[in-house]
């Protein structure tokens, strides 16, 4: 006997298409968010410190990739993971070349780039569990 997840209407949980077409959509909003947040500072950071302003096309470039294959694997969860982990060493140790953002953990961008990046971590989260819940 196969053991399934209660289905839940409307949860994020539930085998019916509807939370799977939502997700998809947060998912693409949450990705266009940490795109855009980044993508705005691109200049600024290239200029200032051009290895954070290559990590920062790489970022966004990783957000449009994970859009195309939108949670069906683990790309955009590694790369919002690396988003939260670079932001909290810029924030803490500071990186090569990147000290001015030691402490500066009340910069509104970054605050909305970490919300969107914990989001989205979460969904992929709980996607790539039902996938494998469900492949069982």
């Known amino acids: ?17 509807a939370p ?7 998912g693409l909003l949450l990705l ?35 859009g195309a294959w939108l949670l069906g694997n683990g790309l955009g969860l ?3 993971l690396g988003a939260l982990i670079a932001y909290t060493l810029t924030r803490t140790t500071g990186l090569p070349g ?3 953002d030691i402490g500066n953990w009340a910069e509104p ?11 989205f971590c979460v969904l992929a989260v709980v996607r790539l569990r039902s996938a494998a819940f469900q492949t069982r």
């Open 78 to 80: 590694a790369i919002s």
């Open 32 to 66: 266009t968010g940490i795109g855009w947040i980044h993508f705005r500072d691109i200049p600024g950071k290239l200029s200032e410190t051009p290895s954070l302003g290559w990590s920062y096309i790489l970022l966004v470039a990783g957000c449009a990739a994970s």
């Open 20 to 26: 799977s077409v939502f997700n998809h959509w947060i």
């Open 109 to 119: 961008a970054g605050i909305v780039s970490l919300l969107l990046e914990a989001a």
């Open 1 to 17: 006997a196969q053991i399934t997840a209660p289905s839940v209407p409307g949860s994020i949980m539930s085998n019916s298409p």
């Open 98 to 100: 990147a000290t001015g």
